[in-house]
């Protein structure tokens, strides 16, 4: 397969998760010219507000892998990433992520605005200050806390840093 049998793929699951009662979006990784793992979003049919087919398929193909880590893939995505699991591509570190549509393409089509949760205004929104944002949050120290965090430093023989994770350096 191709770039183009790929984006098709990623094309085609959307098509049947819409005709299916879910939602337009689909995600399918490739490694070495195969197919180690695609999903459709499932947040429609799960009720779970992370089920976006980016993080299902980063979570299958992570699982099948053994690792956390997708560099030698590259990951197909039917329009360009919510917030959410545009922080998940970059955890995972792919060589490559290829999107087939633009929001503004499929804009006249379909929003998809919440409460705290707009894309046209997210990424501003994100950028403030956590005191500053529209979501409620509030700051609760607590000594404890981390102390969690030595811990691991500990277990990790005084590595602050995950084992083996790719670093931008």
Known sequence: MDVKDFAQRTIDIARDNVADGGRPFATV???DGEIIAESPNQVAQTNDPTAHAEI???????TKLG??????????VLAHPCPMCLAALYYCSPAEVV?????DAYAPHYVDDRKYFELDTFYGEFAKNWDERRLPMTYAPHADAVEVYREWQRRNGGERRVPGAPTGA
């Open 67 to 76: 690792t956390e880590h997708l560099t030698d893939a590259t990951i197909y």
């Open 29 to 31: 990784i490739v490694r």
């Open 56 to 62: 299902l398929a980063i979570r299958e193909a992570c």
């Open 99 to 103: 999107f087939v549509t633009t929001r």
